[in-house]
């Protein structure tokens, strides 16, 4: 039976991890995307191609799009997002057409995850995301000052988020500021605060109801083309799975991704299974997510995340923390024996070290690569994922 696809982000020329150095890792196939096209203009066969000649040119595979983002007027359900779900679904056939069937994707209001530091220093000195309520408050209080906040949050939040505030320099809530708004993996441009307190205003205005409503209105526009075409679309869990600024998820747990399954049953209608995202609340059981839903995983992401008792969490290494990641592993393992018993086509799913530690020689090129894409940690991470499939898989295949 087939082990998982071993593959490895890698965000074009520009990023501070080379193709050659992934290569050495051993890793088999690359998670891209194009990006430098404008968001929610079509990726042209042309610019795909080029950026597929690149990634086989150094003997690796392009295997699974990370992210095809989606226009915000289709997530608001503005009247112009059917123009932007066309150009979606040519960027879809584009890509089938140079032999891309594997389409991560998300569905995160105003950015793609939230972390109130980009380099907390851990016991070994290596440095992690880091995550902390009491600091989201504080950004979300007195700097965004969104209006009626304070309703979002008790009293004693409210109380420790201004100590909290009062006790920084103004360096530091600088970089408090600059944390959360470098939330867009794949660039070093932060987000604008007023165009963030813009796009904040008007999805606050959205229900968590009407929210879902126009993901189903999404997936019913795009996956019957995407099924003809044989792309899988693989949507990642809101990162952190709880409301943030006051903002609902919609992709956070077990009864989400069953709602946007069932809202448009295909063998096209998939799932990113991020053992971290999910993995930051302890009210998700990912075994039984993987359990339930495993044929419907077309990629996966795997990382670890240390839950602490105030809410906060960091990243820990890949085979510590609160995810078990040992049982996630079996699952996995025994979803891809189903498959591989039933005579399936894919049994080898990607899946890539997610989020790494910065480590060593890391920490001399930190200005180089993107928060939580370092290369020495990301390998440390893909080597203990997978010296554990292996172990599991000797008690079990």
């Given amino acids: 039976m087939e082990y998982l696809k071993k593959t490895f982000r890698w965000f074009g020329p520009s990023f501070g991890v080379s193709l ?34 690149e990634i086989e040119s150094h003997g690796l595979e392009w295997s699974v799009v990370e992210s095809v983002n989606i226009h915000t007027s289709i997530k608001y359900g503005l009247p112009e997002r059917d123009t932007y779900i066309a150009n979606y679904i040519q960027t879809l056939k584009n890509l089938a057409a140079n032999g891309i069937y594997n389409v991560c994707y998300n569905f995160m209001q105003l950015i793609d995850w939230t972390r109130t530091n980009l380099d907390y220093v851990l016991p070994s000195g290596g440095s992690a995301l880091y995550y902390s309520p009491i600091a989201a408050a504080a950004f979300d209080l007195f700097i965004l000052k969104r209006e009626n906040a304070r309703e979002t949050y008790t009293e004693e939040i409210c109380k420790k988020a201004r100590g909290y505030f009062d006790e920084l320099t103004e360096a ?10 470098a939330g867009m993996p794949g660039s070093r441009k932060l987000i604008a605060l007023d165009e963030f307190q813009k796009n904040h205003a008007a999805v606050l205005k959205i229900s968590k109801e009407q929210l879902q409503e126009n993901l189903s209105y999404f997936l019913n526009a795009i996956i019957p083309e995407a099924e003809k075409i044989g792309v899988k679309m693989t949507i990642h869990p809101d990162d952190p799975p709880f409301s943030v600024f006051g903002v609902p998820r919609i992709v956070s747990n077990y009864e989400e991704l069953k709602f946007l399954l069932d809202c448009c049953p295909s063998p096209s209608n998939g799932l990113t299974f991020c053992s971290g995202s999910l993995g930051a609340s302890a009210e998700n059981d990912l075994v039984k997510i993987v359990e339930d839903f495993g044929d419907k995983i077309h990629f996966i992401h795997l990382r670890n995340v240390q839950r602490n008792p105030d809410g906060s969490f960091y990243e820990a290494e890949h085979l510590g923390g609160s995810v078990p990641i040992d049982k996630v592993m079996k699952a996995i393992v025994e979803e891809q024996k189903r498959r591989h018993e039933n005579g399936e086509e894919i049994v080898a799913i990607p899946m890539r070290p997610d989020h790494g530690h910065v480590l060593l020689d890391d920490k001399k090129r930190q200005d180089d690569f993107y928060s939580g894409y370092s290369l020495i940690g990301r390998a440390m991470g893909l080597a203990q994922l997978s010296g554990l499939e292996k172990g599991i898989r000797q008690n079990i295949v």
């Fill in 20 to 53: 050659d150095e992934i290569k050495q890792i051993g890793v088999e196939g690359i998670v891209a995307a194009c990006q430098e096209v404008p968001l929610g203009e079509v990726w042209s066969l042309e610019t795909i191609a080029s950026l597929k000649n």
């Fill in 172 to 181: 530091q809530r600088k970089k408090l500021e600059e944390s959360i708004l």
